[in-house]
């Protein structure tokens, strides 16, 4: 967003110290800092108000940031942090001592990221499982109705009862299993891309929608049989944050957090990043509108990869919280990659000079 350079140091100034009391920030609690005027302030909040970038609780003059401003302040204001000497020894002493064994490492991980941070941390592991579609069949139940089955490589079968109702012909019908059994089997999942779909609406005459819902229901079938496991740590940390003070609220996500189903739909970091921030409503699911969600991936081998993800409220030290994912996250493909043995690092604390 093309904002001035007066309104950023604003904006960052209010979200750090929203970040640090939980509390509505005011224009005196941040003048001194910023060298401004409590008047000049006032006007740049208002302004930044109007843009969608703070909100005003309550009746006061104190504003806290909104999603939008979160965002802004991520992508555009918040600066990289790295942990120091102290802080790396730490992580590292604490991963020596908590993973031990690799059939423990991805709860392990989990629950050491939770005492760092004081939040909820989910931790996942995504892979492929090397299922292919072998074959195709639609079957016509009505002009609203469809029936797709699949066989997988193995001989399992998948089926699913789609509706549509524009309606579908029995010459679409025939379209769709020459375009998918052409084109779809002995696909992996990951393979099944937006181009390829897009490229079969064509060939089918598509515009309503069908094969995207198709082939959304082999992506699914084909990731169901995908190896996955979920763990959760510290979630009872989500009741100390004044966010969730609320218990409605509270439960609504605890539940959430604790359906290892909806955990699996949580995404990943894409490839060309380590870690991933999603605030308030860029969370798709309705229970993480008003929380954020950082994740950071690495590899496991053979196609899994694991995730590790904090939930808190959108405000979230998101520096501090990108630095210690991003930190072991490499940490753990060092450990992974060099069978199983963590970095060594003295016996004592950094001295002086290290910190």
């Known amino acids: 967003m093309d904002i001035s350079d007066r309104k950023k140091r604003i904006l960052r100034a209010i979200v750090e110290s929203y970040v640090e009391t939980a509390e509505p920030v005011g224009s005196k609690a941040i003048c001194s800092d910023l060298g401004?005027?409590?008047a000049t302030i006032r006007n740049e909040m208002a302004e930044l108000t109007a843009l969608g970038l703070l909100e005003q609780p309550h009746t006061s003059a104190g504003r806290v940031p909104s999603s939008k401003g979160y965002r802004v302040y991520v992508n555009?204001?918040?600066?990289?942090?790295t942990l120091s000497a102290q802080e790396t020894f730490e992580l590292n002493n604490a991963l020596r001592q908590r993973i031990t064994k690799l059939d423990s490492l991805l709860a392990d991980a989990g629950r050491l990221v939770?005492?760092?941070?004081?939040?909820?941390?989910?931790?996942?592991?995504?892979?492929?499982?090397?299922?292919?579609?072998?074959r195709f069949d639609f079957i016509l139940v009505d002009r609203n109705t469809l029936i797709v089955v699949i066989m997988l490589d193995n001989?399992?079968?998948?089926?699913?009862?789609l509706h549509f109702p524009a309606g579908i012909d029995e010459a679409?019908?025939?379209?769709?299993?020459?375009?998918f059994n052409s084109g779809f089997t002995g696909l992996e999942s990951s393979e099944m891309t937006h181009e390829l779909v897009s490229a079969c609406e064509t060939a089918c005459g598509d515009s309503e929608g069908i094969v995207a819902s198709v082939a959304g229901f082999a992506i699914a079938a084909l990731d169901e049989a995908a190896p996955r496991q979920a763990y959760l740590s510290g979630a009872a940390s989500i009741l100390e944050h004044p966010e969730y003070r609320d218990p409605d609220k509270a439960q609504r996500i605890l539940a959430y957090l604790s359906d290892d189903t909806k955990l699996m739909t949580l995404p990943a970091p894409d490839e060309s990043g380590e870690v991933k921030i999603?605030?308030?409503p860029e969370n798709v699911a309705e229970e993480l509108s008003d929380s954020s969600v950082v994740v950071a991936s690495y590899d496991l081998g053979g196609d899994v990869k694991g995730l590790l993800g904090v939930v808190g409220p959108t405000r979230m030290d998101y520096a501090n919280i990108s630095a210690h994912l991003s930190y072991l996250a490499r940490e753990l493909r060092i450990f992974l990659g060099g069978a199983g043995t963590l970095p060594q690092l003295g016996s004592g604390p950094p001295g002086p000079d290290e910190k």
Request: proline letters at 2%; a positive charge.
């Open 36 to 38: 401004l005027s409590s």
């Open 76 to 81: 555009e204001l918040m600066h990289d942090r």
């Open 114 to 134: 939770a005492d760092f941070t004081h939040y909820p941390v989910y931790a996942l592991t995504a892979g492929s499982s090397g299922m292919k579609i072998r």
């Open 155 to 161: 001989d399992q079968v998948k089926n699913k009862l």
């Open 172 to 179: 679409l019908v025939r379209k769709l299993s020459t375009v």
């Open 278 to 280: 999603l605030i308030g």
